[in-house]
């Protein structure tokens, strides 16, 4: 069966740095997307990694390791904005393309 | 670019009736949609993906005959929620990925229809 691990809730601090991380077991891996989403609205995309390592954007990095099956999202310079739902989501393909979504990490910043 | 427009934000309907989602990808074309489910704190649940042209594949435990799929055109997909029941009540969510940008571009999600059964 497919499998997205993540942790349910994570607290930081604003102007930190924190990792959330994504464990996944699936069968035709063809890449990991991470989004947020805000109470109430709709997913937005923030990464995107199909090859090993480390992608940055801005102050959001993903990093990937296939071999392993993780993943992790790192958010700097905290904003109290910063503070909502983070879905780890792998796209596989069987027979046709998918994407399926882990639990998702609820990101509390405080002040 | 990439919108999605989803109709309607939210619908309050009694047990036994059905209501009808129309998801519209309103700046590109997307032969293929997905509908997911989500309930109040758990994560996204993939139901079906909805096939401009044909068929919808629905994923394993969801009823075809309840959630009605149909993709008529390349910018519209719409959901059919047939003799809605208060344990239907979610919040459900179109995603689509324009056509041409290759399958490991992001999804571009609706804004959701919140849907209460009474």
């Known amino acids: 069966g497919q499998n997205i691990d993540q942790p349910t809730e994570m607290t930081a601090t604003e102007g930190a740095i924190v990792q959330i991380n994504c464990t996944y077991q699936?069968?035709?891996?063809?890449?990991l997307f991470w989004y947020q989403q805000h109470a109430g609205e709709a997913p937005t995309f923030l990464s995107y990694?199909?090859?090993?390592g480390l992608e940055e954007k801005g102050r959001f990095s993903s990093f990937l390791s296939r071999s392993k099956g993780y993943s992790y999202l790192l958010l700097k310079e905290l904003q109290m904005k910063d503070s909502a739902s983070y879905l780890c989501?792998?796209?596989?393909?069987?027979?046709?393309?998918?994407?399926?979504f882990g639990a998702g990490t609820r990101l509390f910043v405080k002040a | 670019g990439a919108v999605v427009s989803q109709h309607p934000s939210w619908v309050i309907c009694k047990s036994g009736t059905s209501v009808k989602i129309e998801c519209r990808s309103l700046?590109?074309?997307?032969?293929?949609m997905f509908w997911y489910r989500q309930f109040p704190k758990q994560s996204l649940m993939l139901m079906a993906t909805?096939?401009?042209?044909?068929?919808?594949?629905?994923e394993q435990g969801v009823e075809k005959d309840k959630f009605l799929i149909n993709h008529a055109s390349l910018t519209l997909s719409t959901l059919t929620v047939t003799s809605a029941h208060p344990e239907d009540s979610s919040f459900y969510i179109c995603?689509?990925?324009?056509?041409?940008?290759?399958?490991?571009?992001?999804?571009?999600f609706g804004n959701g229809t919140r849907l209460t059964v009474t």
């Open positions: 989501a792998v796209q596989i393909y069987t027979g046709g393309f998918k994407t399926i």
């Open positions: 990694n199909v090859l090993d």
């Open positions: 700046d590109f074309q997307a032969t293929t």
């Open positions: 699936t069968s035709g891996f063809n890449g």
């Open positions: 995603s689509a990925g324009p056509i041409g940008q290759g399958e490991n571009s992001p999804l571009h």
């Open positions: 909805s096939n401009e042209g044909s068929k919808a594949t629905y």
